[in-house]
């Protein structure tokens, strides 16, 4: 069964610090989708990045950057130079293809950047 | 814009009662997805649609129900079977491993 840990329940980081939010995701499928999600306080889901499981190149985009490592089964999510309005809970999740592509998402972290 | 709309945004339950919360699509999406989030917690899935008339429980099932008799609409009814009704609950639309979530319906019981 697929499984996406997020050990990191809350992080607290201070304005313009670097920040790293850890996930681990368990899968038999070889076929398989990495996601990271942002929620605010609103409640809605911000998709941040769609990686596949054929595709282990690192990518970079402003300010977020995500580390893929298979050997791992790690997909872990870096912000660099935090800012107050990074603060939010950011979810992992998996999609398999023969779980029905349903997503299975991590429990969360909450990172609170402080001014 | 295509996307997804939820509706009501909040909605009050007196213990008892059934509701429906609605989710509705213009994407053409042939999967649709329903999570449901707690405090504190990730979402987790109560049920999907592959395809029109044809759904398949998820993994907190137990207390819901849903239709699929269009392609655009999935809603969710929740019962009095479920004790503990008051959530986040989250709608989706898939094609291609691209998922695109509704704003959410926040459900508390009075």
């Known amino acids: 069964a697929q499984k996406v840990t997020q050990a990191q329940t809350e992080i607290s980081v201070v304005e313009k610090e670097d920040v790293t939010l850890d996930c681990v995701y368990e899968?038999?499928?070889?076929?398989?989708?990495l996601f990271w999600y942002k929620q605010p306080p609103s409640g809605e889901l911000v998709f941040l990045i769609r990686?596949?499981?054929?595709?282990?190149q690192n990518e970079i985009s402003g300010r977020y950057s995500w580390n893929f490592q298979k050997s791992t089964s790690s997909f872990n999510f870096t912000i660099t130079a935090s800012q107050v309005v990074d603060s939010a809970v950011y979810f992992c999740?998996?999609?398999?293809?023969?779980?029905?592509?349903?997503?299975?998402f991590g429990s969360g972290t909450q990172l609170t950047v402080l001014p | 814009d295509g996307g997804i709309t939820q509706s009501p945004k909040y909605l009050f339950r007196k213990e008892g009662q059934n509701v429906t919360l609605s989710c509705e699509q213009n994407l053409n999406h042939d999967a649709m997805y329903w999570y449901r989030q707690d405090p504190g917690q990730g979402l987790r899935l109560i049920y999907y649609s592959q395809i029109v008339n044809d759904f398949q429980k998820g993994d907190i099932a137990e207390g819901y129900s849903v239709s699929r008799e269009k392609k655009e609409s999935f809603p969710l009814t929740v019962t009095s079977a479920q004790k503990n009704p008051t959530a986040f609950y989250l709608c989706?639309?898939?094609?291609?491993?691209?998922?695109?979530f509704g704003s959410g319906t926040r459900l508390t019981v009075v």
């Open positions: 999740a998996l999609s398999e293809a023969r779980s029905a592509r349903q997503l299975t």
């Open positions: 990686r596949n499981s054929f595709d282990e």
């Open positions: 989706a639309s898939q094609v291609n491993y691209g998922y695109t």
């Open positions: 899968t038999r499928d070889t076929t398989y989708y």
